[in-house]
């Protein structure tokens, strides 16, 4: 996308893991900013320690299937699936109320996750999405009544990651290693998603990228993934910390947040 009437873009690249509740309240911060300001942000952060983040839509009973009780846990501002966030980059995208694709926000899945496929691709990674991947195979016999079986839509696992959909990104043996979801509000689109880099020791049965792909370069992907997030939305973008707006916007939610849990 080069149409210079875009945004310009933010990057912030958190190179401190941080916790659950700090990620996740500042996604919520830079929602809100996004009804303010005329910028685009794309964040890059990790997490210090395994935690488990549920869909903003899982009520109490999901809550209770939870597996890992011990964890911290908090709650997103997306849908979807609950999420085991270890050994992972997580992005996050905020478009303001001005950008484009606000008509059309769905359609931010689909840069978001091209952008990401080239730079896994780039970094010895063979995938694709889930409908394309699926889209192959049908091609290359009967699908032995698969689609028939998928279109009955039996309960969905608690975990994202053993959920499925279109826009997820695949490996090439059908796995998949990337997951998105959004939230919109007062005309600003937050969505944000989680590369898994490696298996956890806590969910041995979902694979990373490592163990997929023995030649993952991980250097690669961290050297490209926030300039190719940030061209897929705009033209013009710089590199920075947090700024002064943000930091008080951070503080005014966790303080809304530490009154109501009184």
């Keep these: 996308m080069t149409n210079p009437t875009l945004p310009a873009v933010d990057v912030i690249v958190d190179e401190t893991p941080m916790s659950g509740q700090f990620n996740m309240t500042m996604d919520a911060a ?36 939870n597996p890992f009780p011990e964890l911290p846990c908090v709650r997103r501002l997306s849908g979807g699936g609950a999420i085991l966030h270890d050994n992972e980059f997580t992005y996050s995208c905020v478009l303001p109320a001005c950008h ?39 091609s290359i016999g009967p699908d032995n009544g698969t689609t028939q079986q998928s279109q009955e839509k ?12 279109a826009n997820d990104i695949v490996h090439s043996t059908g796995l998949k290693i990337v997951g998105s979801a959004q939230r919109r509000r007062k005309g600003v689109t937050l969505q944000h998603g989680s590369i898994l880099l490696s298996t956890s020791p806590l969910t041995p049965t979902i694979s990373g990228i490592e163990q997929l792909c023995p030649s993952f370069d991980r250097s690669t992907l961290e050297k490209n993934l926030a300039p190719a997030l940030a061209t897929a939305v705009g033209q013009n973008w710089q590199i920075r910390g947090y700024d002064e707006m943000e930091l008080q916007a951070f503080d005014q939610i966790e303080s809304l947040r530490a009154s109501d849990a009184q």
Excluded at 110 to 132: D, F, K, P, Q, T
Aim: proline share 6%; charged share 15%.
């Design 30 to 65: 830079m929602l809100q900013l996004g009804a303010v300001r005329d910028i685009s942000v794309i964040r890059i952060y990790r997490w210090s320690v395994p935690t488990v983040t549920m869909g903003y839509f899982q009520g109490a009973a999901a809550s209770l299937e």
């Design 100 to 138: 484009p694709l606000r008509q059309d926000p769905s359609s931010l899945y689909g840069l978001m996750h091209a952008s990401i496929i080239e730079v896994l691709n780039n970094s010895g990674v063979a995938c694709c999405l889930r409908s394309e991947h699926e889209a192959t195979q049908r």
């Design 154 to 165: 039996p309960d969905e696992p608690f975990l994202c990651f053993l959920r499925q959909n």
